[in-house]
């Protein structure tokens, strides 16, 4: 049977599902275009912020046994100083890249995302999972479906680029967040970001990351992951973007399934190297072919049934 493993964003078209996710590699332009190179599909860059930013000191990544706990506080060198990365990435990767962005304030997101829309991405991804800075307890945008929503309003204000609104695990309800944030116009959704959690060393009895906190990626989030996007796609009729521990072509298929219709791949680049792309849709096609699919857009949203 002959397999089409493209898939569609809006109007994007993808020659595979496979995306790489912001900030476990892509934080220069010439890394981004190595990863497209090495099969992903599309490319979604390191968030960039409105100015430059340290991040935490070290240690801010810790493995354990299903996973990674990270803290790295969102380094970048702001956007200013990005944008010639970014150029160089969309110029040379070969596939779409969509940039990355996030905000201390709603008014400081409008900024990034104009600036960015200077270079005419194909679509940005709204990095909700920030502080912000003007809540009491910086409680991240993500967690907050009005605060969600402004961010994503004002955006829109501010380009014309279809925008995705990247979403966090850690709500009571993912679907409420997933309607604000399309009736402020949101284009896409794309869920998840990492999930809180902690990982202590009990020969010293102390966090092993320096923030303490960090987000939890790989293997141990793909549960909590595919569970958000079966929900999201219950609520909402934009595209969706599945991302947590995608690591072989069977954990792209299952978000595929719960309605997604691409993966962003992360932490699997630390398994199974810079060919997780290339390995994945290989799987997908293997699975695909045993099952009886011939295009991706016949698997979107199968586990509904
Ligand atoms: C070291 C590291 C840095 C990350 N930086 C960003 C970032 O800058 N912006 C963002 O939206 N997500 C960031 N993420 C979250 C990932 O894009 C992704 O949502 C999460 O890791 C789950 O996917 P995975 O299990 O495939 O890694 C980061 C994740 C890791 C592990």
Known sequence: MQIDLSTKILNIRLSNPTILASGVMGVSGAACVYAAKKGAGAIVPKSLGPKEREGHANPVLVEFDKGFLNAVGLPNSGVDNSLGEIEFAMKNAGVPVFPSLFGGTKEEFGYVAERLSTLNPQMLEI???????????????????????????????????????????NVPDIKKVARAVVEAGADAISAINTMPGMVINVDVAR??????????????????????????????????????GVTTG??????????????????????????????VTAEMEEIMQRNGYSSIKEMVGAAHK
Do not use: W
């Open 127 to 169: 990095n909700l999972s920030c502080p912000n800075t003007a809540s009491d307890f910086g409680e991240a945008f993500a967690l907050n479906e009005k605060a969600a929503a402004e961010v994503i309003r004002i955006v829109k204000s501010k380009t014309k680029v279809p925008i995705i609104a990247k979403l966090a695990p």
């Open 207 to 244: 966090p092993v990351l320096h923030n303490r906190q960090g987000g939890v990626s790989g293997p141990a989030l793909k549960p909590v992951a595919v569970n958000c996007v079966y929900e999201i796609h219950k609520a909402v009729k934009v595209p969706i973007i599945g991302i947590g």
């Open 250 to 279: 069977e954990d792209a298929v299952e978000f595929i399934m719960a309605g997604a219709c691409a993966v962003e791949i992360g932490t699997g680049i630390y398994y199974r190297g810079i060919d997780v792309f290339r390995k």
